[in-house]
């Protein structure tokens, strides 16, 4: 399977720094976003540190142990974070979503936590591979909110995050992988300000194309956040240009 893939992160049109971070690489076959988080002292310190890691790592084609050594990766990372903010900080907190995508052949990763998404397009159908780690999506699950009630609500409160606890919980869910399936990583600067019909629309451009529609859209409206997204789309490697 072949990779084609475009990225882009922006401050917004509100925030004055970007405390979100993008990485990508094809040959690895490894996609990330992180939003640093706001409200907490260097948030961009955290996800510049989280996409920098992953950069260094080594991972060849087996999937099973590439994945074991992205989370040992976000372990250390959760762990540099905890020292870092306890040294520079006293009190506060240093820490970031993330959300991690691998592939190999027909077969997909990913790797979670906070409020960071994954999506699948296939076809035309627009499809949420990860689930929020916030107290409306535990309020959910536990039948405390109606999913009416859930999609009505807006939190920034995530209850995962590298470095916001001691010992860091990621959840991991493998999914299948199809050639002309679009995969979209993207920070909750996107999703909370384009509805899902306009990103499944984006979706069905180029890749580049698609990153700067939604970049376009979300800047053209309130951008309350920073935004931060990554599409990639596969392919066989008998297809030609996506």
Known sequence: MKWQSAQDTHRGNRRTENEDAVFSSVEKGIWMVADGMGGHSAGDYASEYIADSLAQLELDENLGESVDRVEDCLLFVNDHLRHYAREHCPGGTIGSTVVVMLARENTGVVLWAGDSRLYRVRGRTLELITRDHNPVADLLDTGGVTEEQALNCDTHVVTRAVGGQ?????????????????????????????????????????????????????????????????????????????
């Open 166 to 242: 001691n010992e860091l919980h990621l959840d991991i869910a493998v999914f299948d992988i199809q050639p002309g399936d679009t995969m979209l990583l993207c920070t909750d600067g996107l999703y909370r300000e384009l509805k899902a019909p306009e990103i499944a629309h984006a979706l069905e451009m180029g890749v580049d194309d698609a990153v700067a529609e939604m970049m376009r859209s979300c800047l053209a409206g309130d951008a309350r956040d920073n935004v931060s997204l990554v599409v990639t789309r596969a392919q066989t490697a008998m297809q030609g240009g996506l």
